[in-house]
Structures are given as C-alpha cells and as structure tokens.
C-alpha cells in the first residue's frame, strides 16, 4: 500500500506540473495585458515598464514558468495583480473553505439519498415505487444544473416576497462557514440542493443497475437456496459486491464537484474558488488563475487516489499494486 500511494504522489507531482503548464501556456499566449487591464491605457511608458519588470512580465515565456514553479515548490503563489500587494494565498484562504463546505454537503445528499434510492428500486423492479425513483432521478440527471438553479432562484425570489424579505436571495457576505443557525440554513440550503441534484441521480442509477446484476448472480441463489433471510442476502452478499463500481464514480464526483462549483458559486453568488477563478479570469489575474487550476488539479488526483484505495478495501480481490 505504501508503494501504491509513493507511485500515486509522483504521478500526482507530474499531473500538477502539466496542468500548470497548460494554464500558463494558455494565459501567456492569450489576448490582453494584464497590467492594462490593472491601470487601463492612460499610463506612462515608464510606469508601465515598471511594473512589468516588478511582476516579471518582461522576461521570456520559459524563465517566466520557471520562477512560477520554484515559487510553487516552495508554496508562494505570489501577489495578485488585480489586487495589489495581496497575497494569493489569503485569496485562497477566502474561497477555499467556501467551496469545500458546500462540495462536502453536496456530496454527502449524493451518497446517503442516491446510493439508497438506487437499491431500493432495484429490490423492487418494475413496480411503481421504482417507476417513481427513476423517473425522478432521470429528470434531475437531464436537467443542467445551471437550470436548476434559475428554478431555485426564482423560488427563493417567490420565497423572499412571500415572507416580507426574510429569504436571503443571494449568498454574498451571507455564507458562514461552519454555522448553521436559520439564516445560515436559508443561504446554504438551495446551492447545496441544487449542486447535489445530478451526483444524487448518478448514483441512483448506478446504484441500481449495479445491484440488479448483483442480485442475478449464481451466489445469490445459492443464499436464497440456502434459506437465508432476504435482508442477509442483500446486505452481506450482494450489496458489497454491488458497491464495487460506485467506488469508481466516487472519485469522478470529485472532480464534477470542482467543476460544477464554478457554475452554482457564479449563479448563487456564492464568494468560493470557483467564482474567484472566473474573477481572475476576467481581470486577467493569472498569478490566482494559476493558484486555483493547481489546486482544482490536486483535488481530482486526490479524488481519484481516494477512489483507488477504497476500490481495494471494498474488493479485495485487488491489490493495491
């Protein structure tokens, strides 16, 4: 196991180094300046060049992405542009604890309602009950989330109207991280809803096409044959093998989680990574663009570690190597 997770560390290593240079390649090649963009065209030559060679925008493309590694290596993302003086770190100190509660409680919905949904229509296919699950889950998994949250966003809308303003429409300066009182609940509830709805539906999918494979193999039978209650039979036989490839989807969650923040943060005004990655991008902010691609990066190798090991404790037909 020890080896496994070394090989998994360098490939994780590579896979930031490659998508740092993705991100740099595309940021330095792209159009637009950013110290323009920061002071605008009614600047001197002088004070422009200035600040070009603080920011060491005036060296070539390659020993500009070497200083960025050396400074990544050491974990000093530097100073943002747009925000002078700012350090990207506290940047990040502001938005990563924002996106991780609400991609935590997103995740959470995803596993405890999707997987059990999922194995309740399986144990009853082809009745109402499964008629009902899946065709619930297959409206929530075609509906984009991006439209789900115009719906609860004009719900919430009807919400603050009818009770005299007290449903706070957006999140800005509203999400507390780590607090749930009622006003926090009120501001949380609809983004992490609407962020766990297409995961929920996944799963339950999944979840129920992997048991109804489960439930028609041989050793099923053979407990059945054997007298053993239904519930034994589902729980201690089936429903471990039927977790197998629900592991795999577990560790590209994560990654759908990291992306689908960018599109909830944006419509919920949500102040996380995700809308901050979009705000840079905007303001041509690349040291922070380049600070929130490594850390989207590190979250779905960690994603796809995690899926791994787990793979191995739930078969363990598979060896960690």
């Known amino acids: 196991m020890v080896q496994f997770l070394v090989k998994r560390f360098i490939g994780l290593i590579f896979v930031i180094i ?30 422009y060049n200035n ?16 200083n960025f590694l050396s400074h990544l290596f050491r974990l000093d993302f ?44 399986a144990l009853k296919a082809n ?32 919400l ?13 300066g509203n999400w507390n991280v780590g607090q749930y009182g009622w006003n926090e609940i009120q501001v949380k509830l609809a983004p992490i809803l609407v962020f766990a709805a297409v995961g929920t539906a996944l799963f339950a999918r999944l979840a129920r096409t992997s048991m109804l494979e489960v439930l028609r193999q041989d050793y099923v039978r053979t407990a059945r044959a054997k007298g053993m209650r239904e519930r034994s039979v589902v729980y201690r036989h089936a ?31 949500i102040p996380g990574i995700g809308q901050q990655t979009i705000t840079s991008i905007n303001n041509r902010d690349y040291p922070v663009i380049q600070a929130t691609t490594v850390l989207l990066a590190v979250a779905v190798v960690v994603g796809n570690l995690i899926s791994d090991v787990l793979y191995s404790i739930v078969d363990p037909r598979i060896k960690a190597e």
């Open 18 to 47: 490659g998508v740092t240079f993705i991100t740099f390649i595309l940021g330095y090649f792209a159009p637009g300046d950013p110290i323009r963009e920061l002071l605008g065209n009614h600047v001197t030559p002088q004070v």
């Open 51 to 66: 600040l070009k060679e603080a920011y060491g925008l005036n060296l070539p493309w390659y020993q500009q992405y070497w």
């Open 239 to 269: 429903f471990r093998n039927a977790m197998i490839p629900l592991v795999t989807v577990f560790g590209l969650s994560i990654g759908l989680l990291v992306t689908g923040a960018f599109f909830i943060e944006q419509i919920f005004n």
């Open 127 to 158: 009745t109402w009950v499964d008629t009902v699950n899946m065709g619930t889950m297959l409206v929530l998994f075609a509906l984009p989330s991006f439209v789900l949250a115009i719906f609860a966003q004009v719900l919430i809308v009807n």
């Open 78 to 121: 530097g100073f943002s542009f747009h925000q002078q003086n700012y350090p990207v770190w506290n940047i990040l100190r502001d938005g990563v604890p924002v996106s991780t509660e609400l991609a935590f409680w997103a995740l959470l919905i995803q596993l405890l309602v999707g997987i059990p949904v999922g194995i309740i229509s």
């Open 160 to 172: 603050d109207n009818a009770t005299s303003g007290s449903w706070p429409v957006a999140a800005a």
